[in-house]
């Protein structure tokens, strides 16, 4: 069997070994695995409305998912999507709320900013790296509780009076738009599926198409080889942790300018940029498959929420499923191993 | 001719896609569409509620507005489900407007949004389900089919204060608030009058942790402010507060002749400060501010029932209309009577209007108790 179709089966049997396991442990606690993934559909598709969501949900899941692939993919560990997003949320509300600028126009420098934001949040763990070879997992971790704590006290400080979330932003910077909002019974679908699908394609483009994207690869599976054929290693480990940072900033940008609207203090971690890891591991850190996984997340997690109030069932069980399937891609070597078993008795 | 085809296939579809359509949901369900819908509608007046992400088990706000949804339906005869009362819980922010649209569209009669980080999605999803009844705890939704419910918190809280002044004896006391925002706000404006009610010398020490779920932010205030020689801590801080408590039962267990006490908030919380020491259990927690969530949802859910819901309206519960109060004061106080002598005293002014509490820190620099 090529490597191309195993890549292909390891994740496909994650998700199925995942949802397995999940009914096992249903029936042995006592629940109905059967309402329960009817419950998990009709939350996710059973109406056009809970599709909506689900796409909303999906939008900042693909370009957080974007966003750690494509560091991934140039052998940088990005941990620190979850800061970024947040600054990224910041930026996009702040021009939301503080310009006047026309409706269209608005709408980009809000999102060019937020891309921006992410970019500087991550070029900083990019600089350290190169500079000083301090290990970007470290630096991106702790840059996400600064992230947070940055953005609380400007929210509370400068972009309002001690209030907990800023104004709402101004109209003509919004993603949302009626016309979606009809379409989809008053769902929070908003265009911004359209920006993330666009950020696939750069991705994809950057990557396998230009010749930065294959320098940036380059330096991703061998530093020295690069280095050695006259590519600048350490400008395109920055380059590297910009670009992702970009996309978990536009991330941001879809949850301040489309799903909410505005920017509030937060207690905690929105979560959304770790998922973005679990994305980007089920989707191979491939465009295509980043956006099949953050489908699948995305349909569990706003089905989930259904699933109490049809069939009893507590949602945190999604969450264990979720978690199930991120341990079986994670293991897919045993998955490797079994199929190679079952390929070479095919040929006995 | 063509036409006439066309419209038979059409047709044909839409059966089918109607058939389809029933075996995808469960036949009970049908069944209880069909027959049962215009008997749910007379009879059961059925009510459900969206908690935050701390679910109906946070031992504070959430789990006292689904006891009062309990309470309701034990009233009424109605079983937790959908064609009683139910709740979901959310994991995020984003999960809010999700959720209450869900409730809306599964026809339940009257929806709460539990706390004001709610306030935008009730305030959206209001105006788009304009034949559904809304109703939010902590915040203001000027819309014709939402009931804002709001608490005098601040009169609670200077019930609180007035404990915790007759029970010091460093004459120092703590406050530990969990976001700067409005309600709190009115937590530590009455705490201080009620402090100040008694004894005007006494400082007050407050100390903002800026979440509501992080405990053990709680206890490293809890621990400085018990380090500074202050002897009663407050907290008005939701989850944050369990810190404060593992951090007086732990002093506590450490020095057993040591004054440290802690108040609670929300709900009655004396079971949070249980500590045994040599067999014998103690407790360090003097009272708690009652917020009585509980009432004040079953109280609107019965009114709705009725016929009688006050759209557009807000209710404020104070402590005339049992909406806030103190719970029974810990029996080892040593100045237990003199607490609840006191205690009786101000409740009885606050009742009858006598004594007008301040509910912002800019009204309390013009308050005295006299």
Known sequence: ?????????????????????????????????????????????????????????????????????????????????????????????????????????????????????????AFIPGFLKAKFRVHEVIVTIMLNYTALHVTNYIIRTVLSEKSDRTEMIKETA??????????????????????ALIGVFIMWFLLEKTT??????SVGFNQHASHYAGMNVNTNIILSMVISGAFAGLAGAMEGLGTFGYASIKGGFTGVGFDGIAVALLGGNGPIGVILAALLFGALKVGALNMPLESGVPNELVDI?????????????????????ISKKGVK | MKKRKFGLALSLVLAAGTILGACGK???????????NKEKTEDAFTVAMVTDVGGVDDKSFNQSAWEGLQAYGKEVGLEKGKDGFDYLQSQSDADYSTNLNTLARQDFDLVFGIGFLMEGAIKEIA????????????????????????????????????????????????????????????????????????????????????????????????????????????????GTGNGLFKEARDLKKKEPARQVWAIGVDSDQ???????????????????????????????????????????ETITYGLAEDGVGLAPINSEVATKADIETAVAEFSDKIRNGDLVIPSTLEELKSFSAQ
């Open chain 1, 1 to 121: 069997m090529s490597n191309r179709v195993k890549n292909i089966i390891v994740p496909i049997m994650a998700v199925i070994l995942g949802i397995l396991v999940g009914t096992i442990i249903m029936i042995v606690t006592g629940y109905d695995a059967v309402a329960a993934f009817t419950a998990l559909w009709n939350g996710a598709f059973g109406e056009i409305y809970y599709t909506g969501e689900v796409i909303r949900q999906v939008t900042p899941l693909i370009l957080a998912g974007l966003s750690v692939a494509f560091a991934f993919r140039t052998g940088l560990f990005n941990i620190g999507v979850e800061g970024q997003l947040i600054v990224g949320w910041l930026a996009a509300v702040w021009v939301g709320v503080a310009f006047n600028l026309p409706p269209v126009i608005h709408t980009l420098v809000a999102v060019l900013a937020a891309a921006l934001a992410g970019a500087l949040w």
């Open chain 1, 174 to 195: 919004t993603l949302r738009s009626s016309f979606l909002e009809g379409l989809t019974d008053y769902s929070r679908l908003h265009w911004g599926i359209v920006i």
């Open chain 1, 212 to 217: 930065r994207g294959y320098e940036l690869r």
């Open chain 1, 321 to 341: 499923i979720i978690a199930l399937i991120v341990f079986f891609v994670a293991a897919s070597y045993m998955i490797r191993l079994f199929i190679d078993r």
């Open chain 2, 26 to 36: 469960a036949e009970e369900e049908n069944n209880a569409a069909e027959g049962g």
């Open chain 2, 127 to 238: 105006g788009q389900q304009k034949d559904h009844n809304f109703a939010i705890v902590d915040a203001l939704v000027e819309e014709p089919n939402v009931v804002s419910i709001m608490f005098k918190e601040q009169e609670a809280a200077f019930l609180a204060g007035v404990a915790a002044a007759k029970a010091t004896t460093s004459n120092k006391i703590g406050f530990i608030g969990g976001m700067e925002i409005p309600v709190i706000e009115r937590f530590e404006t009455g705490f201080k009058a009620g402090v100040a009610a008694v004894n005007p010398d006494i400082t007050v020490d407050v100390q903002y942790a800026g979440a509501f779920d992080k405990a053990e932010v709680g206890q490293t205030i809890a621990s400085s402010m018990y380090s500074k020689g202050i002897d009663v801590i407050f907290h008005a801080a939701g």
């Open chain 2, 270 to 312: 004396t079971a949070e400060g249980v500590v045994e020491i040599d067999g014998k259990e103690h407790n360090v927690i003097i009272t708690s501010a009652l917020k009585r969530v509980d009432n004040a949802v079953k109280d609107l859910s019965l009114k709705a029932k009725g016929g009688d819901f006050p759209g557009g």
